[in-house]
């Protein structure tokens, strides 16, 4: 592993030299009058328009990301901001140490959650110029914690991208869910990297998955959370996969609620059995609202439903069972309406 470096710089670039190379990259109006080197150690004292350096690299400091969680996508993460390089004019994410605890239950299992910055340094180093994963480095900032440079990734994520394939739901199961189920196999293979190597994922949502607009591949971000397991070492993880699958096969999560408004005869045909073991209202036994959802693409759903006798224990006994229902996949043509097929025919056409 790379030595850390710390985050305060030996001989600070005076202000002139920060402006002439702001110019350089940063559009006229955008450029301030004054700019401030900031010490690295509280990123609260960090903000718009401050200059950091770190490890000799002098960091342009843009706005705060803000969270992709549901409920709460417009709270701003203060100890993650937007940067710019100002040797190399690139956009980089600074990640700043900030401690987070939680409780995450899932059916009997609870899951002690905890942000670790040593395990995101850890798996950067694991998976450098692995394409599939975010990349960056890890230096000290000048209290000596672990502040995390990590690559911007320019892109859409998975379930922004899921959400606009296709007219409705039965277009986008014939002529693009085949080939999103492929390229989310390659996102869990990746997974199953991890897991080999010992580590952990420890937040998957749809949110931590951009498609790289560069390079068309999905990549997986955010590294830092980690949890205590008992006996499911890499049930976290996986049941988070699940949610992410269950998304994108419903082409948005199918609640309770929204079924009762617009399909009351399928919302007739739910028992407890069918909804999600955790998000209670989210339905996971998709085959009773899209009948044309083959039965083995169901059976995966249906591992993280309130009804599943055994969830997976490890990626290589998902995937396993993503394999046959990716085969099971070609038949589905055949199980739509012949007024789907038409419809579709013709829109192919038009």
């Given at each position: 592993?790379?030595?850390?470096?710390?985050?305060?710089?030996q001989?600070?670039?005076s202000?002139?030299?920060?402006?002439?190379?702001i110019?350089?990259?940063?559009?006229?109006?955008?450029?301030?009058?004054?700019?401030?080197?900031?010490?690295?150690s509280?990123?609260?004292?960090?903000?718009?328009?401050?200059?950091?350096?770190?490890?000799?690299?002098?960091?342009?400091v843009?706005?705060?990301?803000?969270?992709?969680?549901f409920g709460?996508?417009?709270?701003?993460k203060?100890?993650?901001k937007r940067?710019?390089d100002?040797l190399?004019?690139?956009v980089?994410?600074?990640?700043?140490?900030?401690?987070?605890?939680?409780?995450?239950?899932?059916?009997?299992?609870?899951?002690?959650?905890?942000?670790?910055?040593?395990?995101?340094?850890?798996?950067?180093?694991?998976?450098?110029?692995?394409?599939?994963?975010?990349?960056?480095?890890?230096?000290?900032?000048?209290?000596?914690?672990?502040?995390?440079?990590?690559?911007?990734?320019?892109?859409?994520?998975?379930?922004?991208?899921?959400?606009?394939?296709?007219?409705?739901?039965?277009?986008?199961?014939?002529?693009?869910?085949?080939?999103?189920?492929?390229?989310?196999?390659?996102?869990?293979?990746?997974?199953r990297?991890?897991?080999e190597?010992g580590e952990?994922?420890?937040?998957?949502?749809?949110?931590?998955?951009?498609?790289?607009?560069?390079?068309?591949?999905?990549r997986?971000i955010?590294?830092?959370?980690?949890?205590?397991?008992?006996?499911?070492?890499?049930?976290y993880?996986?049941?988070?996969?699940?949610?992410?699958?269950l998304?994108i096969?419903?082409?948005?999560?199918?609640?309770?609620?929204?079924l009762?408004?617009?399909?009351?005869?399928?919302?007739?045909?739910?028992?407890?059995?069918?909804?999600?073991?955790?998000?209670?209202n989210?339905?996971?036994?998709?085959?009773?609202i899209?009948?044309y959802?083959?039965?083995?693409?169901?059976?995966?759903?249906?591992?993280?439903?309130?009804?599943?006798?055994v969830?997976?224990?490890?990626t290589k006994?998902?995937?396993?069972?993503?394999?046959?229902?990716?085969?099971?996949?070609?038949?589905?043509?055949?199980?739509l309406?012949?007024?789907?097929?038409?419809?579709?025919?013709?829109?192919?056409?038009?």
């Amino acid at each position: 592993m790379q030595e850390k470096t710390q985050g305060i710089a030996q001989a600070p670039y005076s202000e002139k030299e920060l402006l002439r190379m702001i110019r350089k990259w940063v559009p006229r109006e955008r450029v301030p009058k004054r700019v401030r080197i900031k010490d690295t150690s509280d990123f609260f004292r960090v903000d718009y328009d401050d200059v950091v350096v770190l490890d000799g690299i002098p960091y342009f400091v843009r706005n705060n990301e803000r969270e992709g969680r549901f409920g709460v996508e417009d709270e701003q993460k203060y100890w993650v901001k937007r940067a710019r390089d100002l040797l190399t004019g690139k956009v980089k994410i600074l990640k700043w140490v900030f401690k987070e605890r939680f409780n995450a239950r899932i059916g009997d299992l609870v899951f002690e959650c905890v942000r670790s910055p040593q395990k995101e340094a850890r798996i950067l180093e694991l998976v450098r110029g692995r394409p599939e994963f975010m990349q960056g480095r890890t230096v000290l900032d000048s209290a000596g914690n672990q502040l995390r440079i990590l690559d911007f990734i320019r892109g859409k994520t998975l379930g922004q991208l899921a959400l606009e394939m296709g007219r409705n739901h039965e277009d986008f199961f014939l002529n693009h869910y085949p080939a999103l189920l492929e390229e989310f196999i390659g996102i869990v293979e990746a997974i199953r990297f991890l897991h080999e190597q010992g580590e952990k994922h420890g937040d998957i949502r749809r949110d931590h998955i951009i498609k790289d607009a560069e390079t068309g591949r999905y990549r997986w971000i955010d590294f830092d959370f980690n949890y205590r397991h008992g006996e499911s070492r890499f049930g976290y993880d996986l049941f988070g996969l699940g949610n992410v699958l269950l998304f994108i096969t419903g082409r948005g999560d199918i609640t309770t609620h929204r079924l009762l408004n617009e399909n009351p005869a399928a919302f007739d045909r739910l028992t407890e059995d069918d909804v999600n073991i955790v998000f209670h209202n989210r339905v996971n036994n998709l085959k009773k609202i899209y009948p044309y959802i083959p039965e083995k693409l169901n059976r995966v759903l249906m591992h993280f439903a309130q009804s599943a006798p055994v969830y997976y224990e490890e990626t290589k006994e998902l995937l396993q069972d993503l394999g046959e229902a990716r085969e099971e996949l070609g038949a589905v043509r055949g199980l739509l309406p012949l007024a789907v097929n038409d419809d579709l025919k013709s829109s192919r056409k038009s």
